[in-house]
């Protein structure tokens, strides 16, 4: 096989471009059947027809899926070029009112996700109802650069790369415990004090971001006696007594039985920011999601700083 693909090809589609970044995003043809809203036999006829036609391997087939080759991931590259102009055009035609179509992945940590967006994402959804969103709260870090996701919410950006990097906002973390645990507990005064208390925290060797390293912040002997990968857990843990634990500000509030620890002794400032590839950048419905994400955090500040 040739190593050029040819857009020129006289049996190329656009079409066919469509079912090969599907494919080359997900590495499922289960998943980009359905993205696409066709059968999964078809998806697998359409890859094999676009190989033959440009006479290249664009993947490898294993057990596990569809892994882009290395002629395959150079073509991506020119395809997702091709698939913003598409949109861009589309938009322009319509005069700026063409409806968002498409499927957006948004990576971000589990805290943000599950106890702020997920309570706010239903206006977008309601705004767009072309555009499906996809929100990945798994405890790794999604990466840009190969497709696994279009936009990401980061605590710790990339160092360099090609990406646009732009911080949201910062936010602000205390330490909580609930009030019927601290209801007979002797009263915190001072950081020497919380050595005598059992903490909850992450799992040190698992912790996927730095911004999450922050018990040591606030006093070098703190040991936790409960660790998980999840906020969520820790946070079950802590409303059933187990201890105290570092909480952002945005999650604590809806929890009442949720007591402050030190407030003015110990407050923590991290940050979120949103990342996206530059090529991704330019497509109408990426920016449609990095917009909505960007005014929705700034017209929440109070649930993030405080009010």
Known sequence: MSSNPSFGHPGFTWDDLQYFLAVARTGQLSVAARQLRTSHATVSRRIDRLEFTLKVKLFERNPRGYVLTGIGQRFIDAAERMEAEA?????????????????????????????????????????????????VTIQQIMSLSRKEADI??????????????????DYRLNIYGSRSYLADKHELTKRDDLLRHPFIGYIQDMIFAPGLDYLGDVHPGIKPRFQS???????????????LCIFPHFIARRWPELQIVLPREVQLTRHYYLVR?????????????????????????DAFVGG
């Open 87 to 135: 949109d861009r055009l589309q938009a322009e035609i319509a005069s700026g009112n063409a409806p968002h179509q498409g499927v957006v992945r948004l990576s971000a940590p589990e805290g943000i996700a599950n106890f702020f967006l997920a309570h706010q994402i239903g206006d977008f959804t309601a705004q767009h109802p072309n555009l499906s969103l996809e929100l």
């Open 229 to 243: 990968s999840s906020i969520s857990a820790q946070l079950t843990a802590t409303l059933q007594g187990q201890g």
């Open 277 to 301: 590839h530059r090529d991704m950048s330019r497509v109408p419905r990426v920016r449609a999601v990095a917009d909505y994400l960007t005014a929705l955090v700034q017209d929440n500040q």
């Open 152 to 169: 990401a919410i980061s605590l710790d950006p990339p160092k360099g790369g090609p990406y646009e990097i732009e911080k949201i906002t």
